[in-house]
């Protein structure tokens, strides 16, 4: 028997990487105006209509199939709103679509009925899901699998364990993980969600585009993100997830926040940031700025950076395999002389998640499709001095490559 007794951690999925203090403020407020209910925010996203949820569906069971799984159970996070629109996180109570890779088998929503009168609209019926509820006392582990030993489970990467170990008390056996099935899906972009890829892209723009009024000496990082925040979401986004304003030797920190730190004149400084639109599709792109005149050392590093930059985008075609775009970046600054101070992969899938597949980094053979869009920032690290990043999110075309941020890549001299 499996007891429920705590709630299981909130983090909103695939953000963790970028922890900046505004966005910890973004995600404590969400965290503590939390009510324990799902949320249908991501059925009006555009495209998400019931053939596109059951052409993903279908595409999810013949992806089980192919690796031999019995079925896949989804928890609340990214992939189940992928898949049939439905948002908000996980609890200790267990919500779950139980997608069974044989066709004959019904796919299978489990909910407590207290939050399933709050789902809304998903149409459930017109995709043929059966729907389980249960109460406070029921063992919905045994009701995800009642009826069938669906054999080898898969379960969303970000399960709480919570669920994951009932599961397999219940008669799930051994539990795997679903990322690698369900990445085959999300990893390969529809037309609507590259349109929303490129509209974050476009409102990301807009606010490093008002950057450089905000930046000035004597300011803190913290004052400057917190007006950056702010613009994030008046450009359009749902929220600022994360933003990172990184001055002299904390911009040599790649995954650095804000602090109170003071910004001086003369200094470099990161800014990278990005949030969701309210289709749950979210933007991510770096500048670097400078306050007054840099250095020398500055803008030499800087051009080799750019071209380090352009040089990937430049390789970026399908059929081309991640590790070659990483290469690509990775060739120009070894090049310069600056190759161990590019400390981190060339870039990360974007969508539903800001970190996600495809991983643009060496060891990845996975040849790039149309479809897929990443991030492509390389990055040069003077530990302790100062560091610079650009980062633009790009798609795979037939053509080659579009690029959804689209602002200079010079150093902004502010
Ligand atoms: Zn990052
Ligand atoms: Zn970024
Ligand atoms: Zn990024």
Known sequence: MCLRLHRPGEMPHGRLRHDGSAAETTAERRRSDRTPTLTTMGVNAPGLDVATMSSRLGRLRAAAEAADVGAVVVTPGSDLRYLIGVGGSSFERLTALVVPAASDAPVVFVSPA???????????????????????????????????????????????????????????????LAGPIIRELRMRKD??????????????????????????????????AADIARAIVEEGHEAAEFVIVGSGPNGASPHHSVSDRVIASGEVVVVDIGGPLASGYNSDSTRTYAVGEPSAEVMDAYAALQSAQQAAVDAVAPGVSCEAVDAAARAV??????????????????????????????????????????????????SGRWGARIEDIVAVTAAGVESFNNRPHDLVVV
Request: proline share 5%; with cysteine; charged share 20%.
């Open 191 to 224: 037309a609507a969600e590259l349109e929303q890829l490129r509209l974050a892209g476009a409102a990301i723009d807009r606010v490093h585009a008002r950057v450089a009024q905000l930046l000035r000496p004597s300011r803190t990082e913290a004052e400057v």
């Open 114 to 176: 207290l939050e399933f009168a709050g789902l809304g609209d998903v149409p459930l019926a017109d995709l043929g899901v059966e729907v389980r509820t249960w109460v406070d006392g029921d063992d919905p582990y045994r009701l995800a699998l009642a009826g069938r030993s669906p054999g080898r489970v898969a379960v969303s990467d970000m399960t709480p364990a919570l669920h994951t170990l009932c599961l397999r008390d219940a008669g799930a056996g051994e539990p795997v």
């Open 333 to 382: 600054l070894a090049e310069a002389g600056l190759a161990e101070h590019f400390i981190h992969r060339t870039g990360h899938g974007i969508g539903l998640d800001v970190h996600e597949e495809p991983y643009i980094v060496s060891g990845n053979g996975l040849a790039l499709e149309t479809g897929m869009a990443f991030s492509i920032e390389p990055g040069v690290y003077l």
